[in-house]
Structure formats: structure tokens, C-alpha cells
């Protein structure tokens, strides 16, 4: 067994402040990745720049980071970044600007690579410049793992690219969620409770690992039903929310996503689909399905999470997310997919078949009528 997410985080109010000393350390060029408006709405990208300016430490912000971030917008912030001499890279958002901040890294170490050929595996392990990564929404968990998820729409591929790429940094700070939208909130807060279930109902799950979204889903069931009520979240769950997410981020850093999430990367390329949804839309027959090769598994995920049965998850997800609906030939062409997925198949604990899948599918997705 091992465990090791080594990323330095830092989970607490006026974090970016409290610990200027270890962004300045950092490097001596900083990129900054956003998006055009949050960061700026929020008060992270100015709490940034704040400690940047008090070190002196010169920076570019690149601030058209979309959702679901493209090869394209990669390429342009690495010309931008290479053309400023930066040395290190800050993402400031959500998972979005982090992973993005993340293949930024890799390029800015890498000129020969083009960002295009991301998602190919190298020969060897491939250096990347130092990432920070500020999150702003309660969901990714980015800040903790290795992972960057990258869309190239010109092959229609949205995948995690083949690179460890820790943050160097992590400084997670509730606040930066006052003035989100209540459903971005449960949206990213539904990405969270998918990492810690696929986590569990996963094949490299152990003692040691584990211990990260058994906590993390106690933590999320303290949050259920302000999640659930139709009035805004309190503000005292804010460090709450954010801290649930980055256990839940270092949870799949020891064992990677599952199905749910293999499913939904076609729901949000060909569907648009927001990310937090189309995960969790497969959620619950996920865990139908995993319930016959591990009971007791799926047995503590509810108790954690404060929950009788799977027909009580699943009504809770509908509740949080609502239903989808596609045409059946989309549906069609996505299981189809996903039954070669080995990547993900391989990761359920017990013997998934081409019928579990469809299963998954049918009992997730309302089918678009004629």
C-alpha cells in the first residue's frame, strides 16, 4: 500500500495571504490561468496579485480559460507564457483554469511537444514548469492530483492527458465561494461526491487510501441538506465545501475516477453537458451495479453520507442535478464507447459486462422521445 499526494496544501481563510511567502518561493515569472470573470468577481485573482506585487515578483494573467479547456487555448497561453519568460504557472478557478495551468507546465518545460499531441503518452516522463493552483469551486479537487483533463476538438476527445503533474502549491480558501451561484455549488460539490464513491468502489482501493473519502464523504453529508434546500448555502460551510473537495481530489490522486466519469466525458463534449451533472447522472446505477461484487462498500458509502438505500441516493441525485435526456442514438453511440474503455473498466471492483453497461446507461439517461 502507498500513499502520497505531494502537493504542499493549505486549507484555511486568507490562506493566499497567510502564506505569501510560499507563492513567492515558487518562481520568479508567474503565468496566471483564469477565466474571464470569477476569479475577478470572487477576490482570488486580486489576492493573487496582491502577493505577487509585495514580492516583486513580475506576472502576465491570461484570462480566457473556457470550461472544459481546449488544445487551443493551451497553445495560445504557452505562447503567451513563453513569450513572458514566465517560469511558473498559477491557476486561479476552478478545475478548469487549474488543469489548464497544468498542461501550460508541461509545454513551457517542452517546446517540442505541441499541444495537439497532450493526450499521447511519452517514452519517458516529461519535466513540467512549477504550478500554484488557487480553486475557487467546491468540486474539481485539482489542486490535489495529478490529473489534467484536456478537450482537443479537432480528434472530438476530452481525456485526462498522460502526465504527473502535481501543484507544487495548494491554497484553498472557502470564501472565494460567497459569490457563486447556488447550483454551481451542488454542481462542483456533485463532482466531489463522485470522486470519493468512485474512489471506494474502485479496484486500487485500500486501507491507506481510503481513509481519504471515508472522511471526505462524512464531510459531504454534513453538507447534504443545505446542498438539497432551496435556500442559499450559509456561509460557515464554505471552508467545509472546499475542504471536502480537496480530499476528494486526493482521493482519486491514489486511485484515479471510474466509470461515471469515462460516461460522462461524452455527455459534456457531444451533449454539453456541465461536468459536475454528467457524473453524477451515472452515479447511482454505478453503485447499483457495484453493490454485487461489494456490498459492504456500497453499504458504508450511504451510511456516511447519511442514506438508507441506493434508491435514496439516486433521489437525492435527481433532487441536486435533475434528469437527462438525449436521443437514443446518442446514448447508443456513447455505450458502445464505453465498452472499450478499458482504461476505466479495469477499475471496478468485479467483473463489469457489456449488459452492466448498458444498465448503467438506460437507468441513467431519459431517452429523447420522437
Not at 37 to 50: I, K, Q
Amino acid at each position: 500500500m502507498r500513499s502520497f499526494v505531494p502537493t504542499d496544501i493549505y486549507v484555511e481563510k486568507d490562506c493566499v495571504k497567510n502564506h505569501a511567502n510560499q507563492m513567492l518561493a515558487v518562481g520568479t515569472r508567474a503565468l496566471i490561468m483564469t477565466g474571464r470573470h470569477s476569479a475577478v468577481a470572487n477576490g482570488s485573482l486580486n489576492d493573487v496579485e496582491s502577493v505577487l506585487n509585495s514580492g516583486n515578483i513580475p506576472f502576465q494573467v491570461f484570462d480566457e480559460v473556457e470550461e472544459n479547456p481546449s488544445t487551443d487555448t493551451v497553445r495560445k497561453a504557452v505562447q503567451v507564457a513563453q513569450g513572458f519568460k514566465a517560469d511558473f504557472v498559477i491557476g486561479v478557478g476552478g478545475g478548469s483554469a487549474i488543469d489548464a495551468a497544468k498542461a501550460v507546465s508541461l509545454l513551457l518545460l517542452n517546446p517540442a511537444v505541441d499541444a495537439d499531441d497532450l493526450h499521447k503518452a511519452s517514452s519517458s516522463p516529461l519535466d513540467h514548469a512549477p504550478v500554484v493552483a488557487v480553486p475557487t469551486t467546491c468540486g474539481t479537487g485539482s489542486e490535489a492530483t495529478p490529473v489534467s483533463i484536456i478537450t482537443n476538438h479537432g480528434i472530438q476527445l476530452k481525456k485526462s492527458i498522460p502526465h504527473v503533474i502535481f501543484p507544487a502549491l495548494a491554497l484553498v480558501d472557502g470564501k472565494y465561494l460567497a459569490s457563486a451561484k447556488k447550483q454551481l455549488i451542488v454542481n462542483t460539490a456533485v463532482d466531489a461526491l463522485s470522486h470519493m464513491v468512485e474512489s471506494i468502489l474502485n479496484i486500487k482501493s485500500n486501507a491507506f487510501n481510503r481513509m481519504f473519502p471515508e472522511y471526505g464523504l462524512k464531510l459531504w453529508g454534513e453538507c447534504k441538506s443545505a446542498l438539497l434546500s432551496d435556500a442559499a448555502i450559509d456561509s460557515g460551510l464554505y471552508e467545509k465545501l472546499m475542504l471536502t473537495s480537496t480530499i476528494a481530489g486526493m482521493s482519486i490522486a491514489h486511485t484515479s475516477t471510474s466509470v461515471p466519469h469515462g460516461m460522462s466525458y461524452d455527455l459534456t463534449l457531444h451533449a454539453g453537458v456541465p461536468h459536475g451533472p454528467a457524473v453524477g447522472y451515472f452515479l447511482a446505477a454505478y453503485t447499483e451495479i457495484c453493490a454485487k461484487f461489494v456490498p459492504e462498500d456500497v453499504q458504508k458509502i450511504l451510511s456516511l453520507l447519511g442514506l438508507k438505500n441506493i434508491e435514496e441516493f439516486a433521489a437525492m441525485l435527481r433532487k441536486l442535478i435533475g434528469t437527462c435526456t438525449i436521443p437514443s442514438a446518442l446514448r447508443d453511440q456513447f455505450a458502445a464507447a464505453m465498452k472499450k474503455n478499458r482504461s476505466k473498466l479495469d477499475l471496478v471492483p468485479g467483473a463489469i459486462t457489456a449488459a452492466d453497461i448498458d444498465f448503467i446507461y438506460e437507468k441513467s439517461l431519459v431517452v429523447e422521445s420522437n
